[in-house]
């Protein structure tokens, strides 16, 4: 169990509808990533979050978005859904973000499916 | 554009067996190694990681070995055994400004046989 938490599990939706994805990171971690997994893009990098404030954006597309609130918890917002936005969806953590050779904590993932 | 090339794509040994997995990198502002091993169902878990100042690391069973004039890097595991059966991510980031997340190679699925 690597400490950070992700829900929902699972989530089954339609095409153009929007989900939210919640992560809660390590205890005392500050930074949050989100990644996702897919058969022919593989794990991607999504976007980062330091401390409340975006810091790094990876390969988001413009119906992505994600925040950082208060208490560290993320939440990773998909709108316009696609089938091609079927994926798993990691959230990862790690104790400050501001180098790019800290341990990265992933999350069990969240499953989405878009029918 | 894909910054870290991964091979081979899967990968059968006995057990006992010494699996290795390569990968190759472009971008010269990668500064940090990791490889992240993922079992079905779950996320991906931190193995061994490598900085570009040592050419090999140990820890347990698994050790990298680093050529940064190649800019290549490998992943080996000694006495392979079944539960090793998974599939392994390398990855690679920097610490020089700009996206901090990790770029992954596309995995490679290995199965030990027993």
């Known amino acids: 169990d690597s400490g950070v938490t992700q829900t929902p599990k699972h989530l089954i939706t339609a095409t153009g509808q929007r989900v939210t994805l919640r992560c809660s990171p390590r205890?005392?971690?500050?930074?949050v990533y989100w990644y996702q997994q897919s058969l022919d893009q593989g794990l991607q990098f999504l976007i980062q979050?330091?401390?409340?404030?975006?810091?790094a954006k990876g390969n988001i597309l413009e119906r992505f978005s994600a925040q950082q609130f208060p208490d560290l918890h993320s939440e990773l917002n998909l709108s316009s859904l696609e089938l091609g936005d079927s994926a798993l969806y990691f959230c990862?953590?790690?104790?400050?973000?501001?180098?790019?050779?800290?341990?990265?904590?992933f999350g069990p993932g969240t499953r989405l499916l878009v029918l | 554009q894909q910054q870290v090339k991964q091979s081979p794509q899967s990968l059968i040994v006995q057990k006992g067996g010494i699996p290795i997995i390569n990968c190759a990198y472009e971008n010269t502002a990668f500064d940090y190694f990791p490889w992240y091993q993922q079992f079905p169902g779950k996320g991906p878990a931190l193995l061994i990681a490598?900085?570009?100042?040592?050419s090999e690391k140990k820890e347990g069973r698994f050790t990298i070995s680093f050529n940064k004039s190649a800019k290549q890097f490998s992943l080996h595991i000694m006495d392979s055994q079944p539960g090793d059966s998974a599939t392994y991510f390398c990855?690679?980031?920097?610490?020089?400004?700009?996206?901090?997340?990790?770029?992954f190679g596309k995995g490679t699925h290995l199965i030990i046989q027993p």
């Open positions: 990855a690679a980031s920097g610490s020089g400004g700009g996206a901090d997340g990790l770029t």
């Open positions: 490598i900085r570009p100042d040592v």
């Open positions: 979050y330091y401390n409340g404030e975006e810091r």
């Open positions: 205890s005392g971690d500050l930074s």
């Open positions: 990862a953590s790690s104790a400050t973000g501001l180098t790019g050779q800290e341990t990265q904590y």
